[in-house]
T-cell receptor, first 114, second 113 residues
């Protein structure tokens, strides 16, 4: 079975450009999470979707960040405009239901903003 | 508010030696506890979890962790490590019925030949 799929795996962009990260959750999972991992702050939850609806976006750092989940098999995280401090590894994870028993993580997208 | 503390940022250990990675948490309610492992350039994978019942939980690759409520700890142990265990290990806590993990800052285990 395919796990959580993220693309691209690596993204290098210049400051001010728009960046779109993509995630395909595991089939049958109805909860999706976007995380950001940095050396300074560790793993931070950015936003959580349940049944394609954003439930908690309190972790989104600022208005430059937006996330969508148009259907059960696809989600995007967009940064516009990007800044060097956005450089991090962004993970998508999915799980079954609301309760946290186990989240399955994708391989991550390493974003570098120069 | 819940929090997780992993005091050791790096742990070097020789192959076939035992290892303990420490995790302490704080919470005013009962919690679920998890250990995740992250191999280089990969996502996190669940290693083991404590939800209820026996306080000693084991993984398929020889790791075990024990939930100690009085000490609010969930330390990860392995009696004999392999080179392939080199990775970063994250402890996490969640409140039953919620969707949020609180992750620790991670412990980088480096197994030396």
């Amino acid at each position: 079975d395919a796990g959580v799929i993220q693309s691209p795996r690596h993204e290098v962009t210049e400051m001010g450009q728009e960046v779109t990260l993509r995630c395909k959750p595991i089939s049958g999972h109805n909860s999706l999470f976007w995380y950001r991992q940095t050396m300074m702050r560790g793993l931070e939850l950015l936003i959580y979707f349940n049944n394609n609806v954003p439930i908690d976006d309190s972790g989104m750092p600022e208005d430059r960040f937006s996330a969508k989940m148009p259907n059960a098999s696809f989600s995007t995280l967009k940064i516009q405009p990007s800044e060097p401090r956005d450089s991090a590894v962004y993970f998508c994870a999915s799980s079954v239901g609301l309760a946290v028993y186990e989240q399955y993580f994708g391989p991550g997208t390493r974003l570098t903003v120069t | 508010a819940q929090s997780v503390t992993q005091l050791d940022s790096q742990v070097p250990v020789f192959e076939e030696a035992p290892v303990e990675l420490r995790c302490n948490y704080s919470s005013s309610v009962s919690v679920y506890l998890f250990w995740y492992v992250q191999y280089p350039n990969q996502g996190l994978q669940l290693l083991l979890k404590y939800l209820s019942g026996s306080t000693l939980v084991e993984s398929i690759n020889g790791f075990e962790a024990e939930f100690n409520k009085s000490q609010t700890s969930f330390h990860l142990r392995k009696p004999s490590v392999h080179i392939s265990d080199t990775a970063e290990y994250f402890c996490a806590v969640s409140e039953p019925g919620t969707y949020k993990y609180i992750f620790g800052t991670g412990t980088r285990l480096k197994v030396l030949a």
